[in-house]
């Protein structure tokens, strides 16, 4: 069962790049990367998915190192709006009983 | 909007009581997922259901327990209520998957339990 941690905030500026990683040392063979996003009394939101080396989309992107024990999002040019918490989640959800893990949340503080 | 809708949206009730919380996948979701996040436990991943069948279980308590209905809407059941119980409860559903890519989770709104 894969045990995710990470930073419990980060402190950034408007326009900056933002890289929040998760470590996730027991990740399974089968298991997915997955980013939400979340703001107060919501619930989270997708925002990027992977399962090795990286995928990018146009609000994120996404690195995962050869061994899959860790990742990291990457939020270019952040704004005011995208300060929120942000949650790894890791697992398999489609084959046998697997868990499903969340991180423990990075708060993302963007200031002007 | 996510598309996934869940009732109530704000709960309060005593200790030892029971509750139904109700959730409704987005049109064409099979999967629907049971979570609960507090501000000591954080976000924690309880049940999934895949069309009808339980397909995951994470740390539920044997006080609560879910279904998904041929209509592929969900209900949340929580028994025997302890204060520890309040928190928010989403839902959250996907187009699910066999195996692989579990694709993307839509969330909903949550459930605001407060247990007095």
């Known amino acids: 069962l894969a045990k995710t941690t990470q930073p419990i905030s980060m402190d950034s500026y408007e326009g900056q790049e933002v890289n929040i990683t998760c470590s996730h040392n027991?990740?399974?063979?089968?298991?997915?990367i997955t980013w939400y996003q979340q703001f107060p009394s919501q619930g989270p939101r997708f925002i990027i998915q992977?399962?090795?080396t990286k995928v990018t989309n146009e609000v994120a992107s996404l690195f995962i190192p050869a061994d899959r024990k860790s990742s990291t999002l990457s939020l270019p040019r952040v704004s005011l709006s995208d300060t929120a918490v942000y949650y790894c989640?890791?697992?398999?959800?489609?084959?046998?009983?697997?868990?499903?893990?969340f991180g423990t949340g990075t708060r993302l503080l963007v200031s002007p | 909007d996510s598309g996934v809708t869940q009732t109530p949206k704000h709960l309060i009730t005593a200790t030892g009581q029971r509750v139904t919380l109700r959730c409704s996948p987005r049109?064409?979701?099979?999967?629907v997922y049971w979570y609960q996040q507090s501000l000591d436990q954080g976000l924690q991943f309880l049940i999934q259901?895949?069309?009808?069948?339980?397909?995951a279980k994470g740390n539920i308590l044997e006080r609560f327990s879910a279904q998904q209905f041929p209509d592929l809407h969900s209900e949340l059941n929580l028994s025997s209520l302890e204060l520890g119980d309040s928190a928010l409860y989403f839902c959250?559903?996907?187009?699910?998957?066999?195996?692989?890519?579990?694709?993307?989770?839509?969330f909903g709104p949550g459930t605001r339990l407060l247990v007095l």
């Open positions: 989640l890791v697992g398999d959800m489609g084959t046998g009983f697997q868990k499903l893990v």
């Open positions: 259901y895949y069309n009808g069948e339980e397909r």
């Open positions: 959250a559903s996907s187009v699910g998957h066999r195996g692989g890519n579990p694709g993307t989770q839509y």
């Open positions: 049109s064409g979701d099979l999967s």
């Open positions: 992977g399962y090795k």
């Open positions: 027991n990740i399974a063979t089968n298991d997915y």
